[in-house]
T-cell receptor, first 110, second 114 residues
Framework: DAKTTQPPSMDCAEGRAANLPCNHS???????VYWYRQIHSQGPQYIIH???NNETNEMASLIITEDRKSSTLILPHATLRDTAVYYC???????????FGAGTTVTVRA | ETGVTQSPTHLIKTRGQQVTLRCSSQ?????VSWYQQALGQGPQFIFQ???????GRGNFPPRFSGLQFPNYSSELNVNALELDDSALYLC?????????????FGNGTRLTVT
């Protein structure tokens, strides 16, 4: 069973920042937060992951609250190509698999 | 750097038949896992191969089996196909036995069972 809760859908405007929330209130100390996205007809694409510190890479930023019970994925300047299903996944450090939930369908509008 | 490649991209089979799907892992990765994604749902873990052995399995029957080769490529075999096996089959590769290492996915094989 997925350990995360995400809104089923959200819209955002092209060029604006997109803030995608995720709740993981039962997260354990050895569990990381991973984000993937899946563009239509493609495989899931790794975006970013973190344990407790905020993380940033060329694709996005991950903000994890101090109590680690929720996080936000930030796409700084959304483009039409960012339209996809975004999955927030909690994964233990010794777990080899990913447990996907339903994700958030993000639609970027011009 | 070569990413994960899967073949074929699409396949149509008849109920009761057998199918083999193939996956080449990303360069530098020694671990391969397979996922099934039904229409409108998230991917579900089938199994993982590390050092040519299955070292983890999800809730799938034994008619789903696999192989990993010395070059880390992999095959997924499904026997006695059922209509519900129609799905997108995704291969993912990673390093370190898949532990604390991001998985990188291919674009999948779309299997239709009629």
């Amino acid at each position: 069973d997925a350990k995360t809760t995400q809104p089923p859908s959200m819209d955002c405007a092209e060029g604006r920042a997109a803030n995608l929330p995720c709740n993981h209130s039962t997260i354990s100390g050895n569990e990381y937060v991973y984000w993937y996205r899946q563009i239509h007809s493609q495989g899931p694409q790794y975006i970013i992951h973190g344990l407790k510190n905020n993380e940033t890479n060329e694709m996005a930023s991950l903000i994890i609250t101090e109590d680690r019970k929720s996080s936000t994925l930030i796409l700084p300047h959304a483009t039409l190509r960012d339209t996809a299903v975004y999955y927030c996944i909690v994964r233990a450090s010794n777990d080899y698999k990913l447990s996907f939930g339903a994700g958030t369908t993000v639609t970027v509008r011009a | 750097e070569t990413g994960v490649t899967q073949s074929p991209t699409h396949l149509i089979k008849t109920r009761g038949q057998q199918v083999t799907l193939r996956c080449s892992s990303q360069s530098g990765h020694n671990t391969v896992s397979w996922y099934q994604q039904a229409l409108g749902q998230g991917p579900q873990f089938i199994f993982q191969y590390y050092r040519e052995e299955e070292n983890g399995r999800g809730n799938f029957p034994p008619r789903f089996s696999g192989l990993q080769f010395p070059n880390y490529s992999s095959e997924l075999n499904v026997n006695a196909l059922e209509l519900d096996d129609s799905a997108l089959y995704l291969c993912a590769s990673s390093s370190q036995g898949g532990i604390n290492s991001p998985l990188h996915f291919g674009n999948g094989t779309r299997l239709t069972v009629t």
